[in-house]
């Protein structure tokens, strides 16, 4: 009776299978059988089973696998594949943020390795963050199966599902947050802007002024800014007297756009050149009597918003600072928040 003979046993060497191919592989430390050939059962009694050997993952950072290369013993003999530093998340996902150079042949089975170690230890998501000046590892990762995310001017964000079942990553940011502000003086004069470029520039429209919120800038704050970066004029914020969502608006992005009340607390303007062609104040009726707003249906009704406010004092929604579990500020926009705060005390 013949079985399976191994006529040859070698060990797995990560590095080697790894440059051999861009398809991740699993990484286990041990033996393979390369051919078989038939031998008569009793050549093989007496010979003791080959045992692969254990295996420990060790995270370590670019500098480390330049150093000590890709694997290595400890003390007990345990071989240790040594892996890309990753912090896990709340997602069941990881995390790596390259900060290290690392060439191209040393990243590649680093990776792999590392996603094989992932995999078993069940994780979903990997993000890995990588600084422009390592854009050179992106051919790398994109062949093994990581998709753009988001960028930034001094990063791009890559990400991979790893399990097999429908991927739920997040998408990237949707929407772009604009503010407009309606500024009104004593007088029932608004504070509007003639663009030196953008949509309406050459057609006479005067306008509020507008412009985005910064990351990691409050709405409250990004209008006051606004203001002053573009006609020079001091002013409080009071409330937020509407807000309007559009879509496919900005590079296929949506877009929130907050108009928020002023009170200014100076009148002199003294106009940015580089985006405003003039700026001056305006009687509110004159404002909403332009023909480009009474025929646009948005403009018409906001205008109409900021008569009523001027008027008759059109309740907005204020901004109430607080903060949130982890005692990071915020704000929230309502109605009376000091009703609110004081009805919440008598109770």
Not at 130 to 147: A, N, T
Not at 158 to 185: C, K, M, Q, Y
Not at 295 to 302: A, I, T, V
Request: proline share 6%.
């Amino acid at each position: 009776m013949f079985v399976p003979r191994l006529r040859s046993i070698q060990l797995f060497n990560p590095l080697l299978i790894a440059n051999r191919s861009s398809v991740p592989r699993s990484v286990v430390q041990g033996h393979f059988l390369s051919t078989f050939a038939p031998c008569k059962r009793k050549a093989l009694e007496g010979s003791a089973p080959r045992v692969p050997f254990p295996i420990r993952y060790r995270s370590i950072t670019a500098s480390s696998a330049l150093r000590q290369g890709m694997a290595e013993k400890n003390d007990s003999g345990i071989e240790q594949i040594q892996l890309l530093d990753g912090i896990q998340d709340s997602y069941g996902g990881v995390t790596v943020e390259m900060k290290e150079h690392m060439d191209a042949d040393v990243f590649a089975p680093l990776l792999r390795a590392s996603i094989s170690s992932w995999k078993q230890l069940g994780k979903k998501g990997v993000w890995i963050k990588l600084p422009i000046e390592y854009s050179h590892l992106v051919d790398i990762m994109v062949k093994d199966g990581f998709r753009y995310h988001h960028a930034e001017p001094n990063y791009l964000m890559l990400v991979r599902w790893l399990p097999e079942t429908p991927d739920t990553i997040p998408v990237n940011a949707s929407h772009r947050v604009g503010v407009g502000a309606f500024v009104v003086n004593e007088k029932k004069e608004v504070l509007v802007v003639q663009e030196h470029s953008g949509r309406f520039q050459g057609t006479g429209v005067w306008k509020l002024p507008t412009g985005v919120v910064n990351e990691g800038e409050d709405i409250c704050h990004a209008v006051v800014r606004e203001v002053k970066e573009e006609t020079g004029v001091d002013a409080k914020f009071v409330e937020v007297l509407c807000f309007r969502q559009s879509h496919k608006s900005f590079f296929t992005k949506s877009d929130l756009f907050f108009l928020c009340v002023l009170h200014p607390e100076s009148s002199s303007i003294d106009k940015q050149n580089v985006e405003i062609e003039a700026a001056k104040w305006m009687p509110i009726e004159d404002y909403a009597a332009q023909p480009f707003v009474v025929g646009n249906k948005q403009f018409n009704f906001m205008a109409k918003l900021c008569s009523k406010k001027a008027d008759q004092g059109y309740p907005g929604f204020a901004a109430l600072p607080t903060t949130t579990g982890s005692g990071k500020r915020t704000y929230i926009y309502c109605n009376n928040p000091d009703n609110v705060e004081n009805s919440a005390s008598s109770m």
